[in-house]
Nanobody
Framework: QLKVVESGGGLVQQDGSLRLSCSAS?????????VGWFRQAPGKEREGVSC????????YYADSVKGRFTISRDNAENMVYLQMNSLKPEDTGVYYC????????????????????????WGQGTQVTVSS
């Protein structure tokens, strides 16, 4: 099982920003691994927020976060980030990083980012709370 650890969550006011980090242990995130951010709000199913494909760097964003969130890799640091701007109360939830060693690109990253269809390894999650 691949190990990833999330950090960077916290309490922020509406319209504020946070940057979440996903660090890998024992493997190289940019080498053949799809990586994604998912979130689960209280009483709701976990949903894909943003994912990045390993073969071509293609990205997926949920409609609710387009224009506000940005996923990025730092190969030197072996990290993947989720920059979250203009946060809204509905962004509140536990944010999870997931990875999988899988050969996918632009055509598959949206499907991978449903969080259900592949064999993911999950982090423990980090809480994000946005107050109004």
């Amino acid at each position: 099982q691949l190990k990833v650890v999330e950090s960077g969550g916290g309490l922020v006011q509406q319209d504020g920003s946070l940057r979440l980090s996903c660090s890998a242990s024992g493997f190289t995130l940019h080498s053949g691994y799809a990586v994604g951010w998912f979130r689960q709000a209280p009483g709701k199913e976990r949903e894909g927020v943003s994912c990045i494909a390993p073969t071509d760097g293609s990205t997926y964003y949920a409609d609710s976060v387009k224009g506000r969130f940005t996923i990025s890799r730092d190969n030197a640091e072996n990290m993947v980030y989720l920059q979250m701007n203009s946060l809204k109360p509905e962004d509140t939830g536990v944010y999870y990083c997931a990875v999988e060693e899988v050969y996918i690109g632009a055509l598959q990253i949206t499907h991978w980012c449903d969080g259900k269809s592949y064999d993911y390894d999950w982090g423990q999650g980090t809480q994000v709370t946005v107050s109004s």
